[in-house]
Structure formats: structure tokens, C-alpha cells
């Protein structure tokens, strides 16, 4: 298959055409203790809108994964939001009720109780949004396609960061920017070798070329999964990936050298995967192994797939002045050429005061650089910009 006819193969639909597509293998339901907006949560784990393994909204996504048993799905959905404050006829006074749902196999149930409700601090930002943190509950409906949906459904409540309890960061403009984006949420994504793969393809290019790089490679060897959403397909699996000589993914746009890294990491996916559940101290040492996975690769990886709300991309060309400006209105100083020696270690500087939270720091820092309307002046772009590569034939337009 060239890429050609792989860019005659459809976008996603709109989940909400396929609700009633097919019975799903597994289903459950759980509740998420304060706002969740899956479009925040999962902004950074997708590759641009054409990224075919996603399909996100504000109350609802679908994610396509490939793991060893199999390609499947997960599907996630708002169904019910109870506000405490607006009756006492709660689903945290009287317990959430369960949607009608078909269950095809059995899973572990997810217990609704299990996710402790934890206190925001009362010294947060006074603020009528930080306080409807502790009073808003959802209901979030989990089903999953495939042979591996029952571990799916598993995840399900990592996967949109249902037992995070957000905290002030006892800033001003961070305060007022994390009131204006209260749904944001740490995600554990199911897969971690294909997070690895995402943020592989985006070392040293501009995003356009790695997400249509992403999206090549997902149409050439991904998979269809039985009722999902038209177009939706899984990544390639591991497997696959290991088999590949690097030169097979050249028509993608990734050279040699990203090529190796991401065949060298499919090769090790069990081990890789055995990290899910490791200290991310341990996850960061481990990753250092890989040659080709750096810094910014692992702290991008810890962040977006496995909930690290305090890891810090290093080596990233517009963070270091995106924290200096905002926080300082220190601009970038345009007389030197190339990379800032000193702006990683002047962006750790200022967000040592975020400890434990800094990657939520700079999402709320990165949200408002290009917009007017929010508590931070948007910061002058004129950084160098990647030629195109004119050998890579696209297939995302």
C-alpha cells in the first residue's frame, strides 16, 4: 500500500454517530469527584486533529491502541454531571447511578467508591471555580472494543485522571488561567511504547511534518477495529514495528535515526510497558537507556502518558522563553544565535516554586501564549522553523 491510497482512507467520524454501532466486548461506569474536560486532558497525547487513533471532545473520546492481544478501543462518555451545590440529590449524597449499558464480557467492576474525594485546599484561589472542584461530579460511561476491551475498561478511570485533586499554585495568573481550564486532568495512556513512538516522531521537526508522519504510518500498518468509529484505526503493534527495517518508514518523513529509535523501542515493548506502574524516577532512569529517547522525549512521555504532573521537557526551544515571559516579561534575547545555553536552567529556576505541579504549570502557561484573553500576555514567535522535507509525499491534506 502506498501513501497515496492511504490518504484516500477516511477521518474519524463524530462519536456520537456510533454510540449504537455494536454491542461493546466490555462496559462500565465510575465517577469522576470535580470537572473533567477530555479535550483538555488529551490535547497533547494526540498528534494534530488528523491523528487517526483519536477521536476527542470536550465529553467524550475515542482512543484505538494495539497492544499485545490485539488492536482495540476505548471509548469514554460523560452520561450524568450532578453540581452538590444545586440539590442534595447528588450522586456524592446518594451514589451515582449506573447507565444502561450491554455487558458482553464480564469485568472487574470498577467500584464508584473507590475514588476518594479529596479536599481542595481552603487556601486555594477564592474563587467560586476552585471551589466547584469539591462539588461537581460526573458519571463517565466506559466501553472498549477488542480482545483486549475488559483491560481497557480496567484503565478506563487513569485514562481521564478520576482521582486527581487539583491544587492552587499560589500564583495570581496561574491561579486565574487554572480556574479558566478546571477540567484539566493527568492521563495514563493504555500503551506506553505507542506514546513513545508519538513523541519520537516529533524531535526536530516542526509538528505538521511529525503529525503527518504520525498519520502515514498509522494508515499504512494500522488496524481497523470492529465498531468503532468510521476511520478510526489502531496503531501498528509493537510486533510490527520491531520487524520493520528502517528504511520502510523513510516515505514517512522519519530519517534514519528516528526510524532506529522508534524500531530499537518497539523491540523492548515488554520491558517498556513494565514501567506503567513504576516510580517516575524509575521510568526516567530506564528510559535514559534508550539511545534516542532524551530528555524532553522521557519528561514529554512521563507527562502525557503517565500522569506526571511535574516533569520538565528540557531542550525544548520556546518552553524556556514561554516561562521567562510569562512569569517575568523577559523576552528572548534575538542577538544570539542558536539554542540558549542558560534557558532550561532559568525556566527551572522559576517554576521551583511550582514543585509537584510544573508540567500543569506550563500547560496553563502554553494554553494562553497565543490568545488576548487570557491572564498572560502572548509571547512574541520568531524562532526558526524547520525546511520541509521535500521528499516525504504528504498525506494529511
Known amino acids: ?92 449524597a446518594g451514589g451515582a447511578k449506573e447507565a444502561t449499558v450491554h455487558r458482553v464480557t464480564e469485568t472487574n467492576a470498577i467500584e464508584t467508591n473507590a475514588i476518594e474525594t479529596n479536599a481542595i485546599e481552603t487556601n486555594a484561589i477564592e474563587t467560586n471555580a476552585i471551589e466547584t472542584n469539591a462539588i461537581e461530579t460526573s458519571v463517565i460511561e466506559a466501553r472498549a472494543f477488542g480482545p483486549a476491551a475488559a483491560w481497557l475498561v480496567e484503565q478506563a478511570p487513569r485514562f481521564v485522571g478520576a482521582s486527581y485533586a487539583p491544587r492552587a499554585f499560589g500564583h495570581p495568573a496561574l491561579d486565574e488561567a487554572a480556574a479558566l481550564r478546571r477540567g484539566l486532568r493527568p492521563c495514563v495512556a493504555p500503551v506506553l511504547v505507542d506514546v513513545i513512538v508519538r513523541y519520537v516522531a516529533q524531535q526536530r521537526v516542526t509538528f505538521v511534518d511529525a503529525a503527518s ?17 468510521e476511520g478510526l484505526r489502531a496503531p501498528p503493534s509493537a510486533r510490527q514495528l520491531a520487524s520493520l527495517p528502517y528504511y520502510e518508514l523513510h516515505p514517512f518523513g522519519l530519517e534514519r535515526r528516528r526510524a532506529e529509535t522508534i524500531v530499537s523501542v518497539a523491540k523492548r515493548a515488554t520491558r517498556i510497558e513494565a514501567l506503567r506502574d513504576a516510580p517516575f524516577d524509575e521510568v526516567r532512569t530506564k528510559l535514559a537507556l534508550f539511545r534516542g529517547v532524551g530528555p524532553w522525549t522521557r519528561e514529554m512521555v512521563l507527562a502525557t502518558a503517565l500522569g506526571d504532573f511535574d516533569a520538565v521537557p528540557l531542550g525544548d526551544y520556546h518552553l524556556p522563553h514561554l516561562v521567562a515571559w510569562t512569569l ?29 505541579q510544573r508540567f500543569r504549570a506550563l500547560q496553563m502557561l502554553d494554553a494562553f501564549q497565543h490568545t488576548t484573553g487570557g491572564p498572560f500576555r502572548p509571547e512574541p514567535r520568531r524562532g526558526p522553523r524547520h525546511p520541509r522535507m521535500p521528499w516525504v509525499r504528504r498525506s494529511d491534506r
Do not use: N
Open 328 to 356: 517575568t516579561g523577559t523576552e528572548r534575547d534575538r542577538a544570539r544565535p542558536g539554542p540558549d545555553p542558560d534557558a532550561d536552567r532559568r525556566m527551572l529556576e522559576l517554576l521551583a516554586p511550582f514543585a509537584g
Open 213 to 229: 508522519a504520525y498519520r502515514q504510518l498509522v494508515l499504512r500498518f494500522g488496524a481497523k477495529v470492529s465498531g468503532t468509529p
Open 1 to 92: 500500500m502506498t501513501c497515496g491510497i492511504a490518504a484516500s482512507l477516511p477521518m474519524p467520524t463524530s462519536p456520537t454517530s456510533c454510540h449504537a454501532a455494536r454491542v461493546p466486548d466490555a462496559s462500565a461506569t465510575f465517577t469522576v469527584d470535580g470537572p473533567l474536560d477530555l479535550r483538555l486532558t488529551l490535547r497533547l497525547l494526540r498528534v494534530g486533529p488528523l491523528d487517526p487513533t483519536m477521536v476527542v471532545h470536550e465529553d467524550e473520546a475515542w482512543i484505538a491502541v494495539h497492544p499485545s492481544a490485539g488492536p482495540s478501543a476505548l471509548h469514554v462518555r460523560r452520561v450524568e454531571t450532578h453540581d452538590a451545590g444545586a440539590g442534595k440529590g447528588s450522586a456524592r
